[in-house]
């Protein structure tokens, strides 16, 4: 009834001058019949240009087409077509801003009511998080293969140092004295360690890449690190 209708309106005015978001009332051929401050704050448009024109004129391009779309099968199989989605408007200055719509039909009536919230920022955070995303897996590329290479061309002049020395001990050892047999000793216990380091940081940087975490005693790794240290700790006393 006209008692109804005018309710129904009378409601969604309401609406329009209580809520913190941008909201518009399209006719069915997309003019606008209503627009609150809001959305004249996120546009920089006054009402009266926006009575010049229909809602998609203020529309970017592409959307606009889309959205006229959406507006006629709204009408005829609102099944068909989403409630929300996301769209770009060109403001007063020229900028493109983009937009999250929720639209709803007004009932009894041909006329819909869109809800608008600026997600500009949202959109240029999300792209800024894409690109490091990338950045960031091209920089572990380029560290698993740096890593890679340094693993092979360093470990191949400590192989040959363990080995050399490990020749050195068989041969003289218990000829040179102890002293020279200690030395012999650290040099071969420092280049394994090293090797294990060489090791580890290959391991580390495919980490993410294989999923076979292990547990592992940081007792172990505390010891093991006292024991690398004990010459630069007892320098220091």
Do not use: C
Request: proline share 3%; no cysteine; aromatic share 10%.
């Amino acid at each position: 009834s006209i008692f109804a209708l005018k309710a129904s309106e009378d409601k969604y005015r309401r609406i329009f001058f209580l809520t913190g978001t941008g909201m518009v009332i399209l006719e069915e051929n997309m003019t606008i019949s209503l627009i609150n401050s809001e959305v004249l704050k996120m546009t920089g448009y006054t009402w009266e240009e926006f009575q010049k024109k229909k809602w998609p004129d203020f529309i970017y391009p592409p959307d606009a087409e889309l959205m006229k779309k959406y507006s006629i099968l709204r009408r005829v199989s609102p099944d068909q077509v989403p409630s929300r989605y996301e769209f770009r408007l060109v403001t007063k200055d020229g900028s493109v801003k983009n937009f999250f719509a929720t639209v709803s039909m007004i009932p009894d009536s041909q006329r819909s009511v869109v809800s608008i919230i600026d997600i500009t920022q949202l959109k240029w955070v999300e792209k800024s998080l894409q690109k490091n995303i990338q950045e960031l897996a091209k920089s572990n590329e380029e560290l698993k293969e740096f890593a890679s290479v340094a693993s092979h061309d360093l470990q191949e002049p400590l192989r040959m140092i363990i080995s050399y020395t490990q020749l050195l001990a068989r041969r003289y050892r218990d000829k040179m004295g102890p002293e020279a047999d200690e030395f012999i000793e650290y040099i071969v216990e420092s280049a394994v360690q090293m090797k294990d380091l060489i090791n580890g940081l290959l391991a580390y940087t495919r980490i993410g890449v294989k999923k076979d975490f292990q547990i592992f005693s940081l007792e172990k790794a505390l010891v093991q690190a006292l024991r690398h240290l004990k010459n630069t700790v007892d320098e220091s006393y």
